[in-house]
């Protein structure tokens, strides 16, 4: 059972490329979510997703795009990379059975740097 | 709106000593509440929950908390620590319902001394 897996570990962009990073879980969850870590902020929300189809934004959504085609698969999309963009990104799922807040299940997360 | 608010941002405490970490959430309802570590270059591991029932929660790795509904705190202790819970601790706190949705603290780092 591997919970929740995202790659790659590590990326350089330049300014202005794209990328795509993954995130799939294996805990047939409903929920799955972006967010971004940086120093001295926590954790911020980009993205979330309730079921396959289903997406809305977070508290930063700006600059990146996702989408929900699986249960498993919740891919986070930036289009143009900025410097701005540069963070640690986490994955992470949950159930979302009885209409509780159930624990979110982290990935070990990518670590993004935007030249 | 929810916010969760964790006053200390680096906390240094003697290996064997107790520990609490402070976490005061602003949220209308009863919240559901969250204790998460990270270790350097790892994800977020779950510490404990609170959903409902007894106020005081036992969790992994010898650590509890106290939700305090009067002072909207759920503060994290520990009786005595040991090295390797040198790590960052996240307090979340969602709202339940149809999203599963979390708003969590800025962090506490904990350091060790031996």
């Known amino acids: 059972n591997a919970g929740v897996t995202q790659t790659p570990k590590f990326q350089v962009l330049k300014t202005g490329q794209s990328m795509t990073l993954q995130c799939a879980q294996d805990?047939?969850?409903?929920?799955m979510s972006w967010y971004r870590q940086d120093p001295g902020m926590g954790l911020r929300l980009i993205h979330y997703?309730?079921?396959?189809?289903?997406?809305d934004q977070g508290e930063v959504p700006n600059g990146y795009n996702v989408s929900r085609s699986t249960t498993e698969d919740f891919p986070l999309r930036l289009l143009s990379a900025a410097p701005s963009q540069t963070s640690v990104y986490f994955c992470?799922?949950?159930?979302?059975?009885?209409?509780?807040?159930?624990?979110?299940?982290f990935g070990d997360g990518t670590r993004l740097s935007i030249l | 709106a929810q916010s969760v608010t964790q006053p200390d941002i680096h906390i240094t405490v003697s290996e064997g000593a107790s520990l609490e970490l402070r976490c005061n959430y602003s949220?209308?309802?009863?919240?559901?509440l969250f204790w998460y570590v990270q270790s350097p270059g790892q994800g977020l591991q779950l510490l404990l929950k609170?959903?409902?029932?007894?106020?005081l929660v036992q969790g992994i790795k010898g650590f509890e908390a106290e939700f305090k509904r009067s002072q909207s705190s759920f503060n994290l202790r520990k009786p005595s620590v040991h090295w390797s819970d040198a790590a960052e601790y996240f307090c979340?706190?969602?709202?339940?319902?149809?999203?599963?949705?979390?708003?969590f603290g800025k962090g506490t780092k904990l350091s060790v001394k031996p």
């Open positions: 992470a799922s949950s159930s979302l059975t009885g209409g509780e807040n159930q624990p979110q299940h």
């Open positions: 805990m047939n969850h409903e929920y």
């Open positions: 997703s309730v079921g396959a189809g289903i997406t």
């Open positions: 949220y209308g309802a009863t919240p559901y």
């Open positions: 609170y959903f409902s029932g007894d106020t």
């Open positions: 979340a706190v969602g709202e339940g319902g149809s999203q599963g949705n979390l708003i």
